[in-house]
Nanobody, 115 residues
């Protein structure tokens, strides 16, 4: 499985961005997909996850502001981010877990929230 993330950029506080992640390869084996982020000087943390059945899980700090979704027909994962704050500044990574528990990572996309 190969994952290609895009959509990062510079946005002002209160603004919005939409991240996308395109999956290719053995996509039929994918179960859970998610977004993680790593802020400068911090450990990587889970932002949101979505199962193949559509169940979602969010990090507490992004609930109500971020929405994760996936389009299985397009083999794509999305993260709509609204009401962004400087604390959301990080490199965002998409992730997939196949039915055997193997992890796959895409390259990161930088999100910078600054005035």
């Amino acid at each position: 499985v190969q994952l290609q993330a895009s959509g990062g950029g510079l946005v002002q506080p209160g603004g919005s961005l939409r991240l996308s992640c395109a999956a290719s390869g053995s996509i039929f084996t994918i179960d859970v997909m998610g977004w993680y982020r790593r802020a400068p000087g911090k450990q990587r943390e889970l932002v949101a996850q979505i199962t193949s059945g559509g169940n979602v899980n969010y990090r507490y700090s992004v609930k109500g502001r971020f929405t994760i979704s996936r389009d299985n027909a397009k083999n794509a994962l999305y993260l709509q981010m609204n009401s962004l704050t400087p604390e959301d500044t990080a490199v965002y990574y998409c992730n997939a877990v196949n039915t055997l528990g193997r992890l796959y990572w895409g390259q990161g996309t930088q999100v910078t929230v600054s005035s």
